[in-house]
């Protein structure tokens, strides 16, 4: 049987090939190659094309994370004014709150509750209100 | 065009394809009038119309000639050619399939000897061809690669990027399918 088929397999197709005009399939397959040249060049314009796109969103993207990587190594540190409140002492820190009061609206900054008066706050207290002004 | 250059008959393919690179069609030409007949026979055994064949054949030599720089030996000229045959098939039966265009299989060739052998030759054929469209197109391809063009394993293997393992075993797949449609 396998041999009944590969007979059969070889005779397939054996009409078609001898009816080909081969001088003549050949004539024409040269012809439309001269007459079509420029689909070659194109598609070689097109690979560079894309090759020069890619070059450029390449060098691009390097760049733009370069300058994030020194950016932030150049930016200073995150700084909270609050941390340097442990030195000073409990009449430096109202003289910083009295003119903070002058500058912003007392309804954004977190007075202890029962407390009216800046005056009556002890050195914790007052160093809590001005990290509340921070954020 | 660059001048050809002289050669004998004899001259192997990669001679010619060596040539066609700098731009001799008088190359080109020469692998078409070697190799036309084999790939006509491919792709009508693979179901191409018969009346399409010369088209067929004239689409996969241009594409062949056009991206012959991705020819790198890995397999004789021939069945690189006919693995591009396929491909032009593929996308033949696609276009056909929008068209919605029925191939005519039907046409009646050259009627010679005996009428009763030739029409049980014909059926025969007919059966086979009719089993082959039923294969996966890697089958197909195999089954005729192998037992249409008296290719190697090893050959095929190469063409198709598979393994000779994995074509031998499309082969016998395909065997055994097709001798349930031809008995």
């Known amino acids: 049987m396998n041999d009944r088929l590969e007979n059969l397999a070889k005779r397939l197709g054996t009409d078609a090939a001898n009816r080909l005009d081969v001088e003549a399939t050949a004539r024409k397959v040269v012809e439309r190659l001269r007459e079509q040249p420029v689909r070659r060049i194109a598609w070689v314009q097109q690979a560079w094309l894309r090759i020069a796109a890619a070059l450029v969103i390449m060098v691009g993207g390097a760049v733009a994370i370069r300058q994030n990587v020194v950016g932030s190594r150049g930016a200073h540190p995150a700084h909270l004014v609050a941390d340097d409140l442990t030195d000073l002492s409990t009449d430096e820190l109202r003289d910083v709150l009295t003119t903070f009061d002058e500058l912003i609206s007392t309804d954004s900054v977190a007075v202890p509750e029962g407390s009216t008066d800046l005056h009556e706050l002890d050195a914790q207290q007052l160093r809590a209100v001005l990290r509340s002004l921070e954020g | ?183």
């Open chain 2, 1 to 183: 065009m660059a001048n050809p250059l002289p050669r004998t008959d004899a001259a192997p393919d990669a001679e010619l394809i060596a040539a066609w690179r700098t731009g001799d069609e008088q190359a080109a030409a020469e692998l078409v009038g070697r190799h036309a007949r084999a790939l006509a026979r491919f792709l009508a055994g693979a179901g191409a119309p018969d009346s399409d064949v010369d088209d067929l054949v004239q689409e996969t030599f241009i594409r062949a000639f056009r991206s012959v720089d991705r020819f790198r030996g890995q397999c004789r000229f021939r069945t690189w050619l006919l693995t591009i045959g396929g491909n032009v098939l593929k996308d033949f039966g696609r276009r056909a399939a929008r068209r919605k265009v029925l191939p005519l299989d039907e046409t009646v060739g050259d009627v010679t000897g005996d009428p009763h052998e030739h029409a049980e030759a014909r059926e025969a054929e007919a059966m086979l061809a009719a089993g082959l469209q039923q294969l996966p197109r890697l089958q197909r391809e195999v089954f005729l690669l192998r037992a249409q063009q008296g290719l190697e394993y090893e050959e095929i293997a190469a063409a198709l990027a598979t393994t000779p393992g994995a074509a031998r075993v499309h082969y016998h797949h395909a065997v055994r399918r097709l001798k349930e449609i031809v008995k």
